[in-house]
């Protein structure tokens, strides 16, 4: 009962959480009416990005951080509850609803690509797998971020952070090609941070049955290195009985 009451509360814990679902949902739909040419639009990838990549972002926002910016969270930590169960249960709370919308997004442009046969789905049961992964891992650092940050800072700083290291990487990579100290700071995020290429060079079917399933155990043990994270920092902190 515990279980299913934080699992609920993380659920629906903010109106906008409905809302980022139906309007993300209901991008796909609107997406099939533009002509896109089979060969140049593929929905895996686009699923990927949108849904795994950015929609838990939006469902993390401020998800320990406005309990413990508006005090709610004493109220959470004084009941019989350990902070593991409390941040696993919270996390748990959006895989399950990543999962239920990564199926529902899955069936319904497998649908319109049968009725209209636009865009691609090569590989789309291996995009959907690897869309709920990349989300997992986003959506656990995210979490981790949210208990040290005030309020929906976590997904705000999440972004810019993966921006600005996107951008850095890239214009060191072009004016030094062959520094040693720069690939090794592009090997180190490559495999520390969330895993965005692996997976989508495995849902493109580039790896071997092998390769694949080493990407899919690297998620998940970086997802539980991230929750691990914030697991600690969660049972470390000290919340104020009033309001910051």
């Not at 140049?40 to 413990?68: A, K, V, Y």
């Amino acid at each position: 009962m515990k279980a299913y009451s934080l699992i609920k509360e993380t659920v629906l814990r903010k109106t906008s959480i409905r809302v980022v679902h139906l309007s993300w949902f209901a991008v796909y739909p609107a997406i099939f009416l533009i002509p896109w040419p089979p060969e140049t639009w593929q929905w895996g990838p686009f699923l990927f990005g949108w849904s795994g990549c950015l929609l838990p972002l939006l469902l993390s926002e401020g998800i320990f951080g406005d309990d413990i910016a508006s005090g709610r969270i004493r109220t959470l930590v004084t009941e019989p509850i350990r902070p593991t169960e409390l941040y696993l249960y919270r996390f748990l709370g959006l895989s399950l609803q990543a999962a239920a919308h990564f199926l529902a997004v899955g069936v319904s442009i497998w649908l319109l690509y049968r009725l209209t046969g636009r865009g691609s789905i090569g590989h789309f049961a291996l995009w959907v797998l690897a869309s709920w992964l990349v989300f997992n891992t986003w959506a656990a650092l995210s979490t981790s971020l949210s208990v040290v940050l005030k309020r929906s800072n976590n997904s705000m700083l999440l972004f810019l952070a993966t921006v600005i290291a996107f951008v850095l990487l890239n214009l060191l990579t072009q004016f030094f090609p062959q520094s040693m100290v720069v690939e090794a700071i592009r090997q180190t995020v490559r495999y520390v941070g969330p895993p965005v290429e692996f997976l989508g060079q495995t849902a493109l079917g580039k790896f071997s049955l092998l390769q694949g399933v080493g990407c899919v155990v690297h998620s998940l043990l970086l997802a539980a290195l991230y929750g691990t994270a914030g697991i600690i920092l969660l049972g470390r902190r000290e919340f104020k009985y009033v309001a910051d």
